[in-house]
Structure formats: C-alpha cells, structure tokens
C-alpha cells in the first residue's frame, strides 16, 4: 500500500483521515499546513496527497503548484479535501493539478472508495 501525506491545519482531520484509511493498509504522514507538506513530500515516495485548501504559511493551491513542479512528485495524485464546495475554488485547484475533490464534513466510506481509486488499491 502507498503512503499518504494528509496535509491539514486542523489536527483532529487529520486524525479522522487516519482512523479511516489505516485499518483499510494505508499509511498516513501528517503535516499540518503546505510548506510543510511540501517538505514531507519531497523527502519519500508517496502515492497519494490528501491536502485542505486553506492552512497557515502555504495553502493547498500554491503548495500543489509547488508539488507539481518537483518532477518526482508530478504523477503523484492529489485530492482536495476542503470545506469550499465554490466551484471556482475546484476549478482553481484541477488547474494548479489536482486530481480530485471531496467537500469536508466527508463520509468515511467516500473518502476510501476515492482513495482506493485514486491509488488503484
């Protein structure tokens, strides 16, 4: 199973994001705004992103357009997980590369079946 990085400022989703995704094989790296996600991203091989839209110090568009210049990062998928429903906000995040977008409060079973498709488990 691939590697998570669940970047997030706020600590308890990312919490959840864990409680969900490790009894299903995942593990899941926390950071807890996008410089440093960034940092954790460029530091392993991962196989998937899971990333809030806005956090302190970096938010999630400007560090996806940062992850999508580090050509060992480019084919690594990218799921926004974000309050904003505003489809400009969704269009703003498929343009800086993200790959998929799910509105926070989200469903446990959603968010495994995106992961799953997304990291072809």
């Known amino acids: 199973m691939p590697t998570i990085l669940a970047v997030d400022d706020s600590p308890s989703i990312r919490q959840m994001i864990k409680v969900v995704l490790g009894p299903a094989g995942h593990t899941v790296i926390e950071a807890g705004d996008g410089a440093e996600g960034l940092a954790k991203a460029k530091e392993g091989p991962l196989g998937l992103v899971i990333t809030d839209l806005n956090m302190p110090v970096m938010n999630g568009l400007e560090m996806i357009r940062q992850i999508r210049g580090v050509p060992a990062l480019a ?47």
């Open 75 to 121: 084919g690594v998928p990218i799921l926004f997980l974000s309050t904003e429903s505003d489809e400009t906000y969704k269009q703003q995040a498929k343009a800086a590369g993200a790959t998929g977008w799910i509105t926070k409060p989200f469903k446990p079973e959603q968010l495994l079946a995106v992961v799953s498709k997304l990291t072809r488990n």
